[in-house]
C-alpha cells in the first residue's frame, strides 16, 4: 500500500492550462479504471473533482479533466481561475481491498 | 442533501482507545459502502478502512490492521470507527466519506484525534 507519486507543486497564471500527474503501479492506477482526484481548500474537507479516471461528479465544472495513461493519471485543469488554488489529491482503488491516496500537490495560482 | 457528521475525537494517551463516530443523513444509507479517510497535520490524505453496505464485508488499511475496526448500523444511519492501542502517528483529522463508484463522493467536516501523554 505505497502512496501514489504526485508533484508536491504546480502553477500557472490566470486562464493558463495546468496538468498535474499521479503515478502508481500495475497493481493500482494501471491495473483498475478507478482513479479519483480531490480538490481541499485549507481547513476544509475534500471535494471529489474527477472519478472512474474521466468523470465529472454534478457540479463541477468542465474546466477539470482526467486522464490515464499506463500507471499514470492526470488532472488537467484549464482556463485557471484564483479560487482553483488548492491542493490536489489523487487516489486509487488498489486491488487487495483497498484504496490508496497520492501525497497531494499544492497548485499555485499566480 | 448529503450530510455526514462526524463525532467522538478528542485526546487520548498512547495506548489508549476512541470510537468515532458518523451520523448520516440525506440519502439511503444502508445503500452505500462507507469510508474512514485521516490527516495527520499538515499531511496528506490516508485511507483507513470501508465497510460494504450491508456491513458484510469491511477492508482496512496495513497501517490500522488489527488495531481499528469499522462497524455501521443502518437502523441509526451511523457508522464508527473503533481505534484500539493508539499512536502518536495515528493523530489525525479524521473523515467520514460515502462511498460512490469506487471513489468518495461526500465527506464529513472532520473530527481530530490527538494522541499524546
Known amino acids: 500500500q505505497s502512496a501514489l507519486t504526485q508533484p508536491p507543486s504546480a502553477s500557472g497564471s490566470p486562464g493558463q492550462s495546468v496538468t498535474i500527474s499521479c503515478t502508481g503501479t500495475?497493481?493500482?492506477?494501471?491495473?483498475?479504471?478507478?482513479v479519483s482526484w480531490y480538490q481541499q481548500h485549507p481547513g476544509k474537507a475534500p471535494k471529489l473533482m474527477i472519478y472512474?479516471?474521466?468523470k465529472r461528479p454534478s457540479g463541477v465544472p468542465d474546466r477539470f479533466s482526467g486522464s490515464k495513461s499506463g500507471n499514470t493519471a492526470s488532472l488537467t485543469v484549464s482556463g485557471l481561475q484564483a479560487e482553483d488554488e488548492a491542493d490536489y489529491y489523487c487516489s486509487s482503488f488498489g486491488g487487495s481491498d483497498n484504496w490508496v491516496f497520492g501525497g497531494g500537490t499544492k497548485l499555485t495560482v499566480l | 442533501q448529503v450530510q455526514l457528521v462526524e463525532s467522538g475525537g478528542g485526546v487520548v494517551q498512547p495506548g489508549g482507545s476512541l470510537r468515532l463516530s458518523c451520523a448520516a443523513s440525506?440519502?439511503?444509507?444502508?445503500?452505500?459502502?462507507m469510508h474512514w479517510v485521516r490527516q495527520p497535520p499538515g499531511k496528506g490524505l490516508e485511507w483507513v478502512a470501508y465497510?460494504?453496505?450491508?456491513?458484510?464485508?469491511?477492508y482496512s488499511a496495513d497501517s490500522v490492521k488489527g488495531r481499528f475496526t469499522v462497524s455501521r448500523d443502518n437502523s441509526k444511519n451511523t457508522f464508527y470507527l473503533q481505534m484500539n492501542s493508539l499512536r502518536g502517528e495515528d493523530t489525525a483529522v479524521y473523515y467520514c466519506?460515502?462511498?460512490?463508484?469506487?471513489?468518495?463522493?461526500?465527506w464529513g467536516q472532520g473530527t481530530l484525534v490527538t494522541v499524546s501523554s
Open positions: 465497510i460494504l453496505y450491508d456491513g458484510s464485508r469491511k
Open positions: 466519506a460515502k462511498d460512490s463508484d469506487w471513489a468518495q463522493d461526500y
Open positions: 472512474e479516471v474521466t
Open positions: 500495475s497493481s493500482d492506477v494501471g491495473g483498475y479504471n478507478y
Open positions: 440525506g440519502f439511503t444509507f444502508s445503500s452505500f459502502g
